[in-house]
């Protein structure tokens, strides 16, 4: 029992005690890792986070890291802190599903760069998170491998795409988690589970061994359970690649430095622009009241609230759904039955490859590629994809007039508290609705952050306040956004994460 | 913009090569009209003067150094092919009987 206490008390710790404790000889990476693996056999039965768990060269990496830290060899701030990569990412050696079948069982030959980097911090890798089938989704609903389900209420959506990366974290499976964001991906799912994802600004982080969606909107990022590791996380991602064409020529920001800042609470001078159209009707009331009380703490901590309006985002969703299919449907033209994964044969190449796509991708990708190939067809090209570019450039004015007068702009992350398992798998257009506030930044390619702004007084589910900053400037996202979070903490006497319900434990497989 | 019909959505699907019983064109095709009719608010702007973005944060003669990195042996690329003979991938024949 003393044991069992022990191991729960080292995956509550943040992912920067980990750090801490390890760098001081208190815990051994061994010991982190395998009190993870053990918290994944227990619960993720029920909560499937995880498509694939990396158990033994996890523990390899932390034992050599073990080895090195006693052998008094320099480490990286984070080695030994065991993470979950989303599976929409490549990894050498280990499976890569991208949430479809049409790759299930694929070993990729080579490392993303982000995988690499994540080797090179030393960083044990616990295993693949669960998503939608390349990240098409808000609930993780369409994983070909089955759902994720939310650690505050099994029946519920963990939200989505990347459910698995954010439920393994609020489920205290891993401390750190990488996802993918190409409407809300990151934010939305850490809004549902109460925790805090980061999209970077555009260009970012590599995208290198990514499996692309929509490539003018994808970016990858960092998700954690608050905000200091979530930017301790940022930094080993982050940085030039010359191997991705998109990626930025400027170093990462100063996000630690910014989340520590930050953590003193004060917002003094800080001018914060809540987006009028990101609010009001369609947002349940809880979530309101959630965002409302956060913005009253700035308030008290000095910051000064203004109220921007961004006129032309009631076209966001419509131009996103049309660009994101598009550009999928040009992306996931690569998955032919030639060079890797699924085969379906039949008599020549063409009809094999309409075959293997009927078998391999679910309902919702067979849409969205019909619906990109359409928005892409002749005589359609300017009214569909021409028109949904234009819309880009004028959520960017709105973007660049709203920044103009404050630093920061804020809204609810989500509509509305996650909703049950089943409930709009059936209405794309209701499913589509969740990523309304997630959507323009991904348009304008600028940098968002959700953090947890309480649970909704009418059912106890938590409510995510999001944060955006202009393009390159994400170090405001840890700035403000940490020193929310701990005015918040300090208001709740303790972070949110741990008021989650205890999870049934399946005690057999813990047993050693 | 018009709205999708079933047939439509036949000749799309041939053209994106994925393979429709008739209970996938049903389901689908409600679907995708609805859809199609939910972006259709697009065209209150299609007509405005405005540049469009194709890519968020401008770039352009992106360039790097010409110098060989290690790449992937034939082997490691040919390893998770459905079917490799001889150094190539091996598929099934190129232009049908109709062809």
Same mark, same amino acid.
């Given at each position: 029992?003393?044991?069992?206490?022990?191991?729960?008390?080292?995956?509550?710790?943040?992912?920067?005690?980990?750090?801490?404790?390890?760098?001081?000889?208190? @815990?051994?990476?061994?010991?982190?890792?395998?009190?993870?693996?053990?918290?994944?056999?227990?619960?993720?039965?029920?909560?499937?986070?995880?498509?694939?768990?990396?158990?033994?060269?996890?523990?390899?990496?932390?034992?050599?890291?073990?080895? *090195?830290?006693?052998? !008094?060899?320099?480490?990286?701030?984070?080695?030994?802190?065991? @993470?979950?990569?989303?599976?929409?990412?490549? &990894?050498?050696?280990?499976?890569? &599903?991208?949430?479809?079948?049409?790759?299930?069982?694929?070993?990729?030959?080579?490392?993303?760069?982000?995988?690499?980097?994540?080797?090179?911090?030393?960083?044990?890798?616990?295993?693949?998170?669960?998503?939608?089938?390349?990240?098409?989704?808000?609930?993780?609903?369409?994983?070909?491998?089955?759902?994720?389900?939310?650690?505050?209420?099994?029946?519920?959506?963990?939200?989505?795409? !990347?459910?698995?990366?954010?439920?393994?974290?609020?489920?205290?499976?891993?401390?750190?988690?990488?996802?993918?964001?190409?409407?809300?991906?990151?934010?939305?799912?850490?809004?549902?589970?109460?925790?805090?994802?980061?999209?970077?600004?555009?260009?970012?982080?590599?995208?290198?061994?990514?499996?692309?969606?929509?490539?003018?909107?994808?970016?990858?990022?960092?998700?954690?359970? &608050?905000?200091?590791?979530?930017?301790?996380?940022?930094?080993?991602?982050?940085?030039?690649?010359?191997? *991705?064409?998109?990626?930025?020529?400027?170093?990462?920001?100063?996000?630690?430095?910014?989340?520590?800042?930050?953590?003193?609470?004060?917002?003094?001078?800080?001018?914060?622009?809540?987006?009028?159209?990101?609010?009001?009707?369609?947002?349940?009331?809880?979530?309101?009241?959630?965002?409302?009380?956060?913005?009253?703490?700035?308030?008290?901590?000095?910051?000064?609230?203004?109220?921007?309006?961004?006129?032309?985002?009631?076209?966001?969703?419509?131009?996103?759904?049309?660009?994101?299919?598009?550009?999928?449907?040009?992306?996931?033209?690569?998955?032919?039955?030639?060079?890797?994964?699924?085969?379906?044969?039949?008599?020549?190449?063409?009809?094999?490859?309409?075959?293997?796509?009927?078998?391999?991708?679910?309902?919702?990708?067979?849409?969205?590629?019909?619906?990109?190939?359409?928005?892409?067809?002749?005589?359609?090209?300017?009214?569909?994809?021409?028109?949904?570019?234009?819309?880009?450039?004028?959520?960017?004015?709105?973007?660049?007039?709203?920044?103009?007068?404050?630093?920061?702009?804020?809204?609810?992350?989500?509509?509305?508290?996650?909703?049950?398992?089943?409930?709009?798998?059936?209405?794309?257009?209701?499913?589509?609705?969740?990523?309304?506030?997630? @959507?323009?930044?991904?348009?304008?390619?600028?940098?968002?952050?959700?953090?947890?702004?309480?649970?909704?007084?009418?059912?106890?589910?938590?409510?995510?306040?999001?944060?955006?900053?202009?393009?390159?400037?994400?170090?405001?996202?840890?700035?403000?956004?940490?020193?929310?979070?701990?005015?918040?903490?300090?208001?709740?006497?303790?972070?949110?994460?741990?008021?989650?319900?205890?999870?049934?434990? &399946?005690?057999?497989?813990?047993?050693? | 913009?018009?709205?999708?019909?079933?047939?439509?959505?036949?000749?799309?699907?041939?053209?994106?090569?994925?393979?429709?019983?008739?209970?996938?064109?049903?389901?689908?095709?409600?679907?995708?009209?609805?859809?199609?009719?939910?972006?259709?608010?697009?065209?209150?702007?299609?007509?405005?003067?405005?540049?469009?973005?194709?890519?968020?944060?401008?770039?352009?003669?992106?360039?790097?150094?010409?110098?060989?990195?290690?790449?992937?042996?034939?082997?490691?690329?040919?390893?998770?092919?459905?079917?490799?003979?001889? !150094?190539?991938?091996?598929?099934?024949? @190129?232009?049908?009987?109709?062809?």
């Amino acid at each position: 029992m003393s044991d069992t206490t022990a191991a729960d008390r080292l995956v509550r710790m943040t992912a920067a005690e980990m750090a801490d404790a390890l760098a001081a000889g208190e @815990i051994t990476s061994t010991a982190l890792t395998q009190a993870h693996l053990d918290r994944i056999a227990a619960v993720d039965g029920d909560v499937h986070a995880f498509l694939y768990v990396n158990t033994d060269r996890a523990l390899e990496t932390a034992s050599a890291v073990d080895a *090195d830290r006693a052998a !008094g060899v320099s480490l990286p701030r984070l080695a030994g802190v065991p @993470i979950g990569i989303k599976d929409v990412l490549v &990894t050498k050696g280990l499976p890569t &599903t991208a949430g479809s079948r049409i790759l299930e069982g694929w070993i990729p030959p080579y490392d993303s760069t982000v995988a690499s980097k994540v080797r090179e911090a030393r960083m044990p890798i616990l295993g693949k998170t669960n998503m939608d089938e390349f990240a098409m989704g808000s609930s993780t609903e369409h994983s070909a491998f089955g759902p994720t389900h939310n650690p505050w209420d099994l029946d519920r959506i963990p939200g989505g795409s !990347g459910g698995g990366s954010a439920a393994a974290l609020a489920a205290f499976e891993s401390p750190l988690t990488i996802g993918s964001d190409t409407g809300g991906s990151i934010r939305q799912p850490a809004a549902v589970t109460a925790t805090v994802g980061v999209k970077p600004t555009y260009g970012g982080v590599s995208r290198y061994g990514a499996i692309a969606l929509a490539s003018s909107l994808d970016q990858l990022g960092p998700c954690g359970r &608050t905000v200091l590791d979530t930017a301790l996380l940022h930094e080993v991602m982050g940085g030039h690649d010359p191997m *991705d064409a998109t990626s930025l020529r400027e170093p990462v920001a100063g996000a630690v430095a910014a989340a520590l800042e930050g953590a003193s609470g004060d917002l003094t001078g800080v001018r914060i622009g809540v987006i009028k159209e990101l609010g009001g009707e369609g947002y349940q009331d809880g979530v309101r009241q959630r965002f409302e009380e956060a913005l009253d703490a700035a308030r008290r901590a000095g910051a000064e609230i203004v109220e921007v309006s961004c006129p032309s985002f009631v076209y966001a969703l419509a131009a996103y759904y049309l660009i994101l299919p598009a550009e999928a449907s040009s992306n996931l033209a690569k998955f032919d039955g030639v060079r890797f994964g699924l085969r379906v044969e039949r008599d020549t190449i063409e009809r094999t490859m309409a075959a293997t796509r009927a078998q391999g991708f679910g309902d919702e990708v067979k849409r969205r590629v019909i619906l990109g190939t359409y928005a892409l067809s002749a005589g359609y090209y300017d009214a569909y994809y021409g028109s949904a570019q234009k819309v880009r450039t004028l959520i960017q004015r709105d973007f660049d007039a709203a920044f103009a007068r404050a630093h920061v702009l804020v809204s609810p992350t989500a509509p509305t508290t996650p909703f049950k398992l089943g409930e709009r798998i059936d209405d794309p257009l209701a499913m589509y609705l969740n990523d309304v506030a997630t @959507i323009p930044a991904n348009l304008a390619g600028i940098p968002g952050m959700s953090i947890p702004a309480g649970l909704a007084p009418e059912d106890g589910l938590p409510v995510g306040f999001q944060l955006l900053a202009p393009a390159h400037e994400d170090a405001r996202l840890y700035r403000v956004g940490g020193a929310i979070e701990a005015l918040l903490t300090a208001a709740w006497g303790g972070p949110l994460s741990a008021q989650a319900p205890r999870l049934a434990t &399946t005690t057999a497989e813990v047993a050693k | 913009m018009s709205s999708l019909e079933r047939a439509d959505v036949a000749r799309l699907a041939a053209l994106a090569r994925i393979d429709m019983t008739d209970s996938d064109l049903d389901r689908l095709s409600g679907q995708l009209s609805a859809i199609v009719d939910a972006v259709a608010t697009l065209e209150e702007v299609a007509d405005a003067d405005v540049p469009a973005t194709s890519h968020p944060i401008p770039m352009a003669n992106v360039e790097r150094e010409d110098v060989v990195i290690p790449s992937l042996t034939p082997e490691e690329a040919l390893a998770a092919a459905p079917q490799a003979e001889g !150094g190539r991938y091996r598929v099934p024949q @190129i232009l049908g009987e109709d062809a």
